[in-house]
Structures are given as C-alpha cells and as structure tokens.
C-alpha cells in the first residue's frame, strides 16, 4: 500500500533534518520520531535567548525613553533629554537592517522574519515611550518640579503686598482666611475667567478700603457668573472651611484674562491690586504635590509592567507561531496517501492490493 513499508527497509524513515533556523525554536539532532501513530514530524525546542531578546530590548528602549522624557532630566536638560529618547530608536533601524539582509539571502528566511518581528516590537515600545513621556511630564511631573523650584510661605496676611511674596508656589495664608465673594469678579472671553481676593477680616479690621491691597486673588474658569454680583462661586474648594491656602498658577495663557478680570474688580469695587498673584484655592498644596509625584511616578511604572505582559504574549505567540510554520512533516506508516495519490494518478490501487494478497497466502 502506498506510504507502507516493512520494518527494516529504511535505516532511517524520515527524511533528514532541514537546517532552516526557526524563530524561537532550534532542531534538535537526534533520531526523529514520530510524536503520535501515523504522523512523521520534527521535533524543536524554544530558544530561550530569542524569546528574551523579544521580550527585555523593546522593554530596555521603553523605560530608558519614557524615563527621560518623564522625570527630572527633562526639566533641567530638556534639550539631552529628547537626544536620548530619539537615539532609543537605534536599535531597531538596526534590527531592520539585519532582517534585510536575512531576506536577501532567502525570501523565506526565518531569521528575516525573526528580526522584523523584533523591530516592530522596538518601534512600538519606542512610539508608546514618547507618547507616555510627553503625557505624564505635563500632566504630572512638570506641575512638581515647576511648584517644587518656588518658595513657600506660611502664615501670611493676605492684606499685605503680594510684592514680597512674588516668588511664592505655596502659601498658607493666616487662620481666618477667606476668599471675599462679595468682591469677586467674571469676565466672559469664549470662557468665563472668574477671580476673587483672598481676605481676613481680624487683619484688616479699622483699615481704610485705600490702605489695603488686594493682592491675593483665587482663580478658576467657568465657575462664576459673568453677571455681577456674583451669586454663584464654586472655584477650588469655596466649600472646604479649613481651606486657607493656595497654590499659584503656573499657566501662562490665562494670566492676561485674569489680570483684566482684576483690574474689572478694582474700578468696580474701588480697591486697589498692584501686584496680583493668582492662586488655586485649597486646603492643602503639598497634598496636591504628592499627588503629582505619586500619580507620575505610578503611570510609568504601570506602563512597563503593562509592556512587559504584552511582550511575554506576543513573543510566545510568535515563537509558536514561527516554530510551527518551519515545523515539517514526513511521510511514515499510514501517511501520505493524500499526496502520493495526487503524484501518481496513474497507480492502479487494486493491482497492488492483489500483488499483496498472493505474497501473503505464498508465505503461509
């Protein structure tokens, strides 16, 4: 019968091994057999160095780029920064000139395909690098180190003149503290630019209107009525009673809006504003700090991890994946019947059977 032989009659029943290298996997050179009845196939073992290769060099790129685009380095050395992140990218334009010259010499070279597969990883891990870099630095770590380069003031009366305080991030502002609503103005531009003055009775108590400065002034946006007087008030926490504190505002855009919302205050409310500071109302600004470090310091640690689980999955993926496409089968006992009917239309099945059967009752 087609495919059959007796034992004995080959020395070896399956073809030799091919010297193919496999993504993930190498042949082992050793007497082939089959790994279940009726089925002739290689067998190959995981290559651990590829698999970690795949898995720690697109990792290696993504922490040290999304590193220097995050943290401190970026704030002091901006321009060293964006130098690394951008020579992170080396790697892979180096794994991708290997797999060129892989397929060169065989189009369907495993090698070739082994290394586009790295260099798609390293590009992925070097896009969501910069992506992760740019976004946790603005949201998170450049609020920090912008707050952390300023000085803090505590206890402060917000009566006296912003002017010795200009270099202030923080300031705790005297028990007592508020911000004057009465006094608070909104200026409409697209966006409501809402301000108000921070005030302490016990301080300014027996002060002429013209003798005080109004110089502290709590800010938001859409949080008050552009129609005076102000009935609504919600910007930072207005409803927190231990809120006596603020944090300056860093942004540079809405600072002009601002100042003419003050200066709209000042003609209507006939007080005076020399040096205003702008402020984020709220109980506790080094609260708000630790959030900043905690929140940046978390994303990137929660963005390693997460690139790491998907690099162990795509590169097992892969190395199945490769391995079984270089994984080749050979005709044994009971197999290749398929194909050697469609090589040979011309073999007379039944002869052979009849040939068969007259050998067998000859030997008994």
């Known amino acids: 019968m087609p495919g059959y032989s007796e034992p004995g009659a080959f020395a070896h029943p399956f073809a030799p091994p091919s010297t193919k290298n496999l993504y993930g996997s190498v042949q082992v050179d050793e007497e082939y057999a089959p790994k279940k009845e009726g089925l002739g ?33 970026r704030y002091n050395l901006w321009p060293l920064a964006w130098i690394i992140a951008l020579c ?3 790697p892979a334009v180096h794994v991708r000139a290997l797999s060129k010259n892989a397929f060169k010499e065989s189009e369907e070279s495993s090698q070739g395909k082994w290394k586009l597969f790295l260099c798609t990883l390293c590009f992925l891990a070097w896009a969501l690098a910069l992506m992760l870099g740019v976004m946790n630095y603005s949201t998170n770590m450049k609020p920090f180190y912008d707050m952390s380069a300023l000085n803090y003031y505590p206890s402060v009366d917000p009566s006296t003149s912003g002017q010795s305080h200009i270099d202030a991030g923080r300031i705790l502002f005297q028990p007592g ?3 004057g609503t009465t006094r608070a103005m909104g200026v409409k531009v697209g966006t409501t630019y809402c301000v108000a003055p921070v005030v302490n009775p016990s301080t300014q108590k027996g ?27 919600t910007c930072g926490e207005i409803n927190n009673p231990l809120a006596h504190a603020g944090m300056r505002l860093m942004t540079d855009a809405p600072q002009a809006f601002y ?9 209507t409310y006939k007080i005076r504003a ?10 506790d600004p080094a609260a708000q700090m630790t959030a900043w470090r905690e929140n940046g310091t978390r994303i990137y640690l929660q963005g390693v991890v997460s690139l790491f689980v998907l690099l162990c999955f795509s590169s097992v993926v ?5 391995s079984s496409l270089d994984m080749e089968s050979y005709p044994c006992a009971r197999t290749g019947f398929v194909k050697y009917a469609r090589d040979s239309p011309d073999h007379s099945y039944f ?12 030997t008994l």
Not at 207 to 213: P, Q, Y
Not at 260 to 267: D, G, H, L, R, T
Not at 318 to 322: I, N
Request: proline share 3%; net charge negative; hydrophobic share 50%.
């Open 207 to 233: 002060l002429r209107t013209d003798e005080v400065e109004y110089d502290y002034w709590a800010v938001g946006e859409n949080c008050c009525s552009s129609v005076q007087p102000q009935t609504r008030w």
């Open 41 to 73: 196939q290689q067998r190959a073992r995981v290559d651990v160095l590829e698999v970690l290769l795949s898995i720690f060099l697109p990792l290696a790129i993504f922490m040290l780029a999304s590193a220097v685009l995050s943290f401190r380095m």
């Open 351 to 362: 002869a052979e059977e009849e040939e068969a059967g007259n050998v067998k009752n000859l």
């Open 318 to 322: 892969a190395t199945l994946y490769f």
């Open 88 to 90: 992170c990218v080396l």
């Open 177 to 179: 503290s508020h911000l």
């Open 274 to 283: 020399k040096n205003p500071i702008f402020l984020h109302w709220m109980q």
């Open 259 to 267: 100042r003419m919302a003050v200066q709209e205050a000042e003609a």
